[in-house]
């Protein structure tokens, strides 16, 4: 593997560089995350000063993410943006990757060269799914994207995990009526920094524009964060097939960052997401050692056992970790 | 220490046995955790059966928690109930700790002879809250008690905590107009089974029903958990002053808790938690290694370099995880 050319490649914003760069971090082979390790460390000691915006993007099945992109990503590029799409879908039930079979859904974008869509990869591959995706997204960013959009369907944790390693995060819901409005995970309001109501048109408008106020209504009930300027976070309505209200959200988006970026939120959300990935990257590599055997055999045998009362969790705890663990 | 004392005084109910078992569990000192949990394997040994009704408390400084524990303590302990009252207080910034001030205004439920009310530690004594109240409440239990609220002040994860180890969770908040309505942490509606609107009296009344509205929409914004049955999490006004709701809101809770036996939530629960508790205190002794010297200087070191981009995240936790960690 020529790390050093697929540096330079990457750096010159090649994006065959860029598409075996994104391979070779997915990899789950000790010498591929060698390789890609190498290559992060080249492009971090390159120091290219690029930044991207990055921004996360969940939502349910069918509320509209790739139909959002695909006219949202248009209306980037058409501005002269690079714009880099990335998925994470950490349950990958849907076979070959959550985009790939969606590029049909972003016909334009996916033909567009200022544009570089990345499918999530099959479940087989996955080794470490933040990981891989914080990984891409700093190559976007030495590739010279300058929006990368990480989308994420809302599954579990999967928002958490977009959230620590994007800039910004928006929530795309559909209208809904009265007993319908019960789709909204408890916990993911707490990350969404703009909700888009998307389908604001045709007959579903004016549900839209509802579901838009019950939102806001709800986001109101919710403790201000220090990270927001008055009126954040805000719910706004959005029609990514009519392409109307996306003008309106970028502008949104962009003020939002701007008013980080001026109150010091924006560089100390980037460190702190450093940090924190370091931290889970110790914790993660510590804890890996329960899933070895014989520790892993040991811990579900007496798991098993707690559950069952006979023995209490810390005396089960102390034993594994004294018998099995060197503590 | 006479563990075997200390065990038939708690299964005879002996307030002051219980005591001094709770001190026992709260001491940091190793020899202390010894007894400890020799008392706590000889308890869960005896195979007692006692089962209380665990119920978490949150609400932020001022709502009425204490002046609700008290008429609440006061109406079951009327029944012929007997009520343990523990508290987790994670910061305690509050001296001496977060009950025992307020047993002024605990005035009948701390003379009350069925009641046991037992203070947070101060910080000095603290040896991992959540073990020691979790702990507590199964020594409360062990002594007999049918009803054991745990308090939390809501800051940070304390209600995530309090979640784990109680059978519901009530979320207490203070009757608000408009403006005012930003008061729950995000996250923390998530958890409450029932969120209590207190202060339902004289002037705030309407204003409490008005605010009871609004929560109870806006928890049918959010997803039905399969632990509950048709119309929960609900709201409800209590007056903790006026001592009205109360029987309302107990009745709730036991119709939930009924509800959730019959369904086998509640067992599952119990289950649930246990095993919970036991990988928390595995991963627990295993992450405690990170802050022993000197992998601890290491890795604050390490994740100042991190911060400021020397380093990415992945390469300095390798090197950490080999240098410092013997993997
Ligand atoms: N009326 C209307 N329909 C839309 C809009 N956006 C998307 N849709 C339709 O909603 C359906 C789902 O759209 P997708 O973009 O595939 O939704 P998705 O969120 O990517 O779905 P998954 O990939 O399954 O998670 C399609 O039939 C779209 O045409 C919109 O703004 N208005
Ligand atoms: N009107 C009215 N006042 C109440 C009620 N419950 C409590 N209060 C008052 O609210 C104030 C705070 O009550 P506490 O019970 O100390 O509140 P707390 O939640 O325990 O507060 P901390 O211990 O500081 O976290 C006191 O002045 C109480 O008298 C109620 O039901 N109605
Ligand atoms: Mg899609
Ligand atoms: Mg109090």
Redesign the interface.
Known sequence: MDIEALATGILAGERRALARAITLVESGRADHRQSA?AL??RL?AADHGRQAMRIGLSGTPGVGKSTFIESFGMMLTGQGLKVAVLAVDPSSARSGGSILGDKTRMEHLSREKNAFIRPSPSQSHLGGVA?RT??AI?LCEAAGFDVVLVETVGVGQSETVVAEMTDLFLLLLAPAGG?E???????I??MADIILINKADGELKSQAVRTCA??A??L?????RPQDPEGFPKALTVSAVEETGLAKAWEEMQSLTEWRREAGHFEARR??Q??Y???????????A??KREPVKGA?ER??LE????E????????T??RDY?G?
């Open positions: 390790m992060i460390e971090n990981r914080r990984e700093g007993d409005l019960q789709g909204v995970k408890r916990g309001m707490e019950d939102y209504g709800a109101r009930l919710l403790r201000k460190a702190g450093a940090r990935w370091f931290e889970a990257e110790v914790r993660e590599g510590l804890l050692r329960l811990l007496m798991a707690v559950e069952a009362g023995v209490t969790p810390a005396a089960a705890a102390d594994l970790l663990l503590g």
